[in-house]
């Protein structure tokens, strides 16, 4: 499957984003899918995960009560709705999918197709 993210830009603290993954060569129904984000000079970091079916999703303690993930499978596209942003947030953000099982699977090795990034930046 070949994901490509969009919606990143420029917000202010305290404002929303919505960023979405579109996937084309694969359904995503197929997959496991999870948002991790990097910010410079920095490791890559989960944020958020949903499970192939959507019935399961995680999220770092850090975003957790913010940012939601879901999934449409008729627009084969997942999306990570992003409230409430800090400057903390600012990072490079990555979508990626795993076919290993249908769980929301938080850490980064497990995935195996990657969109490239979009950069968020929240101005305080």
């Known amino acids: 499957v070949q994901l490509q993210a969009s919606g990143g830009g420029l917000v202010q603290a305290g404002g929303s984003l919505t960023l979405s993954c579109g996937a084309s060569?694969?359904?995503?129904?197929?997959?496991?899918m999870g948002w991790f984000r990097q910010a410079a000079g920095k490791e890559r970091e989960f944020v958020a995960a949903i499970s192939r079916r959507g019935g399961s999703t995680n999220y770092a303690d850090s975003v957790k009560g913010r940012f939601t993930i879901s999934r449409d499978s008729a627009q084969n596209t997942v999306y990570l709705q992003m409230n409430s942003l800090k400057p903390e947030d600012t990072a490079v953000y990555y979508c990626?999918?795993?076919?290993?099982?249908?769980?929301?699977?938080?850490?980064?090795?497990?995935?195996?197709?990657w969109g490239q990034g979009t950069l968020v930046t929240v101005s305080s």
């Open positions: 990626a999918a795993h076919d290993l099982s249908g769980r929301a699977l938080t850490s980064s090795s497990w995935y195996d197709s």
């Open positions: 060569g694969d359904t995503i129904s197929n997959y496991g």
